[in-house]
């Protein structure tokens, strides 16, 4: 079972940035997506960032520009590049993974707190 473990949240002042990572344990395949998600409370999780196995990324119109979603070398950890950050963009952050047979893993959450 492919394990996803997150860190680096916390609390910054707008304006500021921070650096999620997201580690995966294991896999026996590659993960064709990296993602991550924001939830804030009684909202539901919405997508904020995407790269695909070619390298591509996509990402949430609100964060464009100042967000960054990025992987390492051996395609087992995701990043997530956070600058400029605002008030809304407060919220727990989970890192999602997909491989091409229908693996879909979520890490565990991580609280960001942008204090305005």
């Known amino acids: 079972q492919v394990q996803l473990v997150e860190s680096g949240g916390g609390w910054v002042q707008a304006g500021g940035s921070l650096r999620l990572s997201c580690a995966a344990s294991?896999?026996?395949?590659?993960?064709?997506?990296m993602a991550w998600y924001r939830q804030v409370l009684g909202a539901e999780r919405e997508l904020v960032g995407v790269i695909y196995i070619d390298g591509s990324t996509n990402y949430a119109d609100s964060v464009k520009g100042r967000f960054r979603v990025s992987r390492n070398k051996s395609r087992d950890a995701a990043y997530l590049q956070m600058s400029d950050l605002k008030a809304e963009d407060t919220g727990v952050y989970y890192c999602?993974?997909?491989?091409?047979?229908?693996?879909?893993?979520w890490g565990q959450g991580t609280q960001v707190t942008v204090s305005s």
């Open positions: 999602n993974f997909k491989t091409r047979i229908g693996g879909d893993y």
């Open positions: 294991r896999s026996a395949f590659p993960f064709n997506a």
